[in-house]
């Protein structure tokens, strides 16, 4: 399997507007919260990739004071990473510690979800580079794979943030591992700390039956707008993270300020 910068042809694409940051990371909790239930009423596992960043950890917590977390069955949820810092377990700056004190822990202890549920992607603590762990990440999501093209679950939702230069998860703008090959890939002079890196690729994210980007705050609009124009995937990453069923766009006003109403 080849890795590519081209884009798909996307599902439906909605773009979604909310008044600010606050109010959007509680809109992307109950929604996903709604879509998890939903998706549990037609079949099982439910497999969902989680982002980092201010909003998509602001996310997570807005999920933990949901009142319709107990409605979920969490034994049949699986929760994945678009993209991780190769830090060592238990680092304040890994996308999986922010998660697990906002959300992950709580889930464990009180509501059912298997420990064994959770799939982070290694750090230096269980390997030695990068490749070895997207290699490792890989052969966990091949254990899980259905019966698609693509050797990674069929991902129910797949959350990614998007950064001020267009990046998602750590595929940035101009780098070498846009091209990457195969599901996962390692990551090394990220234009963004730390260097090193591990990350989905466009093959696994585009897999996605629901690609949903989170981003809010105006230092984001300029990138939202060519995205959404379907900018360069080389020079705007994030127009080339589409669902095969939907992307949904959920932004606040800034964010959203360049861009043409539709």
Known sequence: MTGSTSRQAPGVRLVVVHPDKEVLAQAAAAR??????????????????????????????????????????????????GD??????????RNETQARGALLDGLVAEHGLPAANVHPMPGPTSVATPEEGAAAYAELLREHAGEGTVAVPAFDVL???????????????????????????GVHASPKPPPERVSL???????????????????????VAAALADGPVTEVP?????????????????????????
């Open 32 to 81: 996903l919260l709604t879509r998890v239930l939903d998706v549990q009423s037609v079949r099982s596992p439910v497999h969902v990739v989680l982002t980092g960043g201010s909003v998509g950890i602001a996310t997570l917590a807005a999920v933990a004071a949901s009142p319709l977390v107990p409605a979920v069955d969490w034994s049949g949820v699986h929760l994945w990473w």
């Open 84 to 93: 991780e810092r190769f830090l060592p377990d238990g680092d304040p700056d």
């Open 159 to 185: 959350l990614l943030g998007m950064g001020p230069d267009g990046h998602v998860a750590s595929l940035f703008p101009g780098h070498e591992v846009l091209a990457a090959q195969g599901t996962t890939t």
């Open 201 to 223: 690729t466009f093959d696994a994210i585009r897999s996605a039956r629901e690609v949903w980007i989170v981003a809010a705050g105006a230092e984001k609009a300029e990138q």
């Open 238 to 262: 994030a127009a080339g993270a589409v669902g095969q069923a939907r992307t949904l766009w959920l932004l606040d006003a800034e964010a959203a300020a360049t861009t043409p109403p539709k």
